[in-house]
T-cell receptor, first 113, second 114 residues
Framework: DVKVTQSSRYLVKRTGEKVFLECVQD?????MFWYRQDPGLGLRLIYF???????EKGDIPEGYSVSREKKERFSLILESASTNQTSMYLC????????????FGDGTRLSIL | AQSVTQLGSHVSVSEGALVLLRCNYS??????LFWYVQYPNQGLQLLLK??????LVKGINGFEAEFKKSETSFHLTKPSAHMSDAAEYFC????????????FGSGTRLLVRP
């Protein structure tokens, strides 16, 4: 079974802090994704990566950056956290083939005070 | 642009009743379609996927979905609801480019009444 592990289930930070969300997958997947999930808005893609050191912006990249130094690890960085970044963050990974699904971690519920 | 529409943000059924969750997609070519389930405070779990091999797709937990090209639909069904099916369900379509990105519907919360 694919295992996608997010480092924290719950996180509370203060406005202006630099926040790191970590995600590790154990199936040697090339593709990795970061989403945020808000009530009524579904999942929105923040960034994705299709290889080490490669990244592309998703639909809502503003205020975020990412890092992928190793294939198994994909980090989401909030450069200067703001209250409107309070949300559920989900990491996913997949193989680069047409019919392959994305596999999700359990999510990090982030609160910015 | 490709999109996914899930009709009904909330669906309520009685235990033992038929479950029908609706999903319509827009795509100019046959898409890859997925249904995911999310239990409270958890990530998304794959229920099933359509990849053109068969129009009726069986998934986990007794769910199935039928791909209907003429209706651009991929509705999720289960003959008999169980209390443990209460969760949020997401339909997703894969973008037909090289990114392997998914476009998600806004989700349908299934409530199961005893």
């Amino acid at each position: 079974d694919v295992k996608v592990t997010q480092s924290s289930r719950y996180l509370v930070k203060r406005t202006g802090e630099k926040v790191f969300l970590e995600c590790v997958q154990d199936m040697d997947h090339e593709n990795m994704f970061w989403y945020r999930q808000d009530p009524g808005l579904g999942l929105r893609l923040i960034y994705f990566s299709y290889d080490v050191k490669m990244k592309e912006k998703g639909d809502i990249p503003e205020g975020y950056s990412v890092s992928r130094e190793k294939k198994e690890r994909f980090s989401l960085i909030l450069e200067s956290a703001s209250t409107n970044q309070t949300s559920m963050y989900l990491c996913a990974s997949s193989l680069p083939r047409d019919n392959q699904p994305q596999h999700f971690g359990d999510g990090t519920r982030l609160s910015i005070l | 642009a490709q999109s996914v529409t899930q009709l009904g943000s909330h669906v309520s059924v009685s235990e033992g009743a038929l479950v029908l969750l609706r999903c319509n997609y827009s795509s100019s070519v046959p898409p890859y379609l997925f249904w995911y389930v999310q239990y409270p405070n958890q990530g998304l779990q794959l229920l099933l996927k359509y990849t053109s091999a068969a129009t009726l797709v069986k998934g986990i937990n007794g769910f199935e979905a039928e791909f209907k090209k003429s209706e651009t639909s991929f509705h999720l069904t289960k003959p008999s609801a169980h209390m443990s099916d209460a969760a949020e369900y997401f339909c997703a379509v894969r973008l037909m480019d090289s990114s392997y990105k998914l476009i998600f519907g806004s989700g349908t919360r299934l409530l199961v009444r005893p």
